[in-house]
């Protein structure tokens, strides 16, 4: 089993920037690729991006346009969803979710059923 935590959340003016968090626990996810969503209320859960296992390849939505990055650090069993110039319609609370693969060979990567292990999510709140 993998317990994953996410942090890094809270209250931003739009154009700010935040660090989201993603630790794991109970066994590594050094091997797994691990994906970032997002869900506003009202919404359905929304992909945002994927990072592979050894942080080579990464995958964003079309709306993250250069905005955001992901990055882990293997060591640390964790990893990092860093947001640049971020909009009132980034509010959501964000999750991170770890596969049970390295790596993905289609689109199918962007569908939270791709994922297996899930955190309970971090609250971002970017205010005009």
């Known amino acids: 089993q993998v317990q994953l935590v996410e942090s890094g959340g809270g209250s931003v003016q739009a154009g700010g920037s935040l660090r989201l968090s993603c630790a794991a626990s109970?066994?590594?996810?050094?091997?797994?690729?691990v994906g970032w969503f997002r869900q506003a209320p009202g919404k359905e859960r929304e992909f945002v991006g994927v990072?592979?296992?050894?942080?080579?390849?990464?995958y964003y939505a079309d709306f993250v346009k250069g905005r955001f990055t992901i990055s882990r650090d293997n060591s640390e069993n964790t990893v990092y969803l860093v947001m640049n110039s971020l909009k009132p319609e980034d509010t959501a609370a964000y999750y991170c979710?770890?596969?049970?693969?390295?790596?993905?060979?289609?689109?199918?990567?962007?569908?939270?059923?791709?994922?297996?292990?899930w955190g309970q999510g971090t609250q971002v709140t970017v205010s005009s």
């Open positions: 979710a770890a596969a049970e693969k390295g790596g993905w060979v289609d689109t199918t990567v962007k569908r939270p059923s791709w994922y297996v292990y």
């Open positions: 109970g066994r590594t996810v050094s091997s797994v690729a």
């Open positions: 990072i592979n296992w050894s942080g080579n390849l990464r």
